[in-house]
């Protein structure tokens, strides 16, 4: 009888042995459970991950999981992976399924389907090991280019090939010839002549893909009127938000070659000229009064271009012994002289042939004053008033007499074709026009 007493007493003292271990065992178990969910209890703050020095490894059904993956960026946790997984940890958690994996109970046959999402879950864990999550720090984008910076490219560059092919004055016979040698403007100094075939040279030279520094341009163009930090795929819809007829930039340089680029580069890049550049392309996302941004740009450097062939460029030329420079601003005061009349005479697409035939003649026959109403337009503008060049001269507003009703005839075409606008670029130009310049 004693024996027995004793031997129940022992089997007591064993069942309450077991059950303190038991509970013990919950406890831990829990503790762990709640600290994968909170990340308090066996995981280190966030602060300490961050830093990547994290010894701290997370424990689960009695594996050590590792969770200092590096990415390429920093060399830090990628942390935005860990609440996936904290998240179907928590719902197992729920589900009954880690108490009873972490108390060392077999699963049921019927749930072998929650088992299997439990080692997949486990799986996807351990693989952060080997993950290299895509951020967006990895994405460099391509640095702006300065003007000068694109201009040197060219400068340094064979051209050799190109310069065969230019046609830097008009070709002029006859009386032509002598009345522009008695009454016409002053030859360009001998000096500056490489500088000009220079630029026809530019004028001839198409896009490359191939050339860094011509896709860096064409990406500084977009960024600067878009106002964005990322590129841009080099073809598609994108560039007509800028202007382009097609998904391709380089179609629309018919006649101005790269230096259609290179005036709208120096226009966006130049900080007094910036704000001009944005005026004129926010004009032109109009919903009455729009017109393509870029292809008017083309347009204005062709009228430059043409200019100067004629050597109405020549004697300010000479004056600031410079050629790019004063090309650069005569082009940039063509294009303020078509916003003037644009925008002030409440002009559409529709009037677009008749306007840049307009701003071609006056630009011709005036160049000293274009060239001077954008110097008092910048300076206006610098000193913070409302510029008096947002008004045309009303002289500059009247239509050419030449013109009359074929200008309001060209209007009424265009206004069929819509946004399309096709030119005969000056380099296409055949060299009897003796100076007449045709739009198509």
Not at 165 to 170: C, E
Not at 255 to 263: A, I, K, P, Q
Not at 286 to 297: A, D, G
Request: hydrophobic letters at 35%; proline letters at 6%; a neutral charge.
């Amino acid at each position: 009888m004693t024996s027995e007493v004793f031997r129940g007493q022992d089997q007591k003292q064993v069942q309450q042995t077991t059950r303190s271990h038991a509970m013990e065992e919950d406890i831990d178990v829990a503790s762990r459970i709640e600290g994968l969910n909170g990340l308090s209890h066996e995981c280190k703050p966030l602060e300490e991950i961050t830093n990547g020095h994290s010894n701290h490894k997370p424990i689960m059904n009695g594996l050590v999981i590792g969770h200092n993956v590096k990415d390429h960026t920093n060399g830090s946790a990628p942390l935005r992976s860990l609440p996936y997984f904290i998240f179907q940890i928590s719902a197992l958690k729920q589900n009954g399924l880690l108490q009873t994996l972490a108390a060392g109970d077999q699963p049921k046959p019927e749930d072998d389907k929650e088992n299997v999402e439990l080692e997949k879950a486990r799986q996807e864990w351990e693989a952060l090991e080997h993950t290299q999550p895509a951020l967006t720090e990895d994405f460099n984008p391509t640095p702006l280019i300065s003007f000068n910076e694109a201009l040197q490219y060219f400068q340094t560059t064979d051209l050799g090939d190109l310069l065969k092919n230019i046609q830097p004055t008009i070709r002029r016979t006859g009386l032509a010839a002598i009345t522009h040698f008695l009454f016409g403007p002053p030859r360009l100094h001998r000096e500056l002549l490489e500088e000009r075939d220079l630029v026809f040279a530019i004028a001839q030279c198409p896009v490359d893909n191939s050339q860094t520094v011509h896709m860096r341009v064409l990406q500084t163009i977009y960024k600067k009127l878009i106002g964005s930090k990322l590129d841009c795929p080099r073809y598609g819809v994108h560039w007509e938000n800028i202007g382009f007829q097609g998904t391709d930039p380089a179609t629309d340089l018919r006649g101005t070659g790269f230096l259609g680029l290179m005036h709208t580069l120096y226009f966006v890049m130049d900080p007094e000229t910036l704000p001009l550049a944005r005026d004129i392309y926010k004009l032109s996302q109009h919903p009455t009064q729009n017109f393509p941004f870029s292809v008017m740009s083309i347009n204005m450097t062709r009228i430059a271009l043409q200019v100067l062939r004629e050597e109405a460029l020549s004697k300010e030329c000479n004056r600031r012994q410079q050629v790019v420079g004063v090309l650069n601003e005569f082009y940039v005061a063509t294009y303020l002289h078509l916003y003037q009349l644009w925008k002030t005479q409440q002009k559409t697409i529709a009037d677009s042939g008749f306007v840049l035939k307009e701003v071609e003649l006056f630009a011709k026959k005036n160049p000293k004053q274009m060239l001077r109403r954008l110097e008092v337009f910048l300076k206006e503008r610098r000193a913070g008033g409302i510029p008096r060049g947002t008004s045309p001269d009303p002289v500059a507003q009247q239509p050419s007499p030449s013109l009359g009703e074929r200008g309001a005839k060209a209007g009424t075409a265009q206004a069929r074709k819509g946004k399309e606008m096709h030119f005969t670029g000056v380099c296409d130009l055949p060299p009897d026009m003796e100076g007449e310049a045709r739009l198509i």
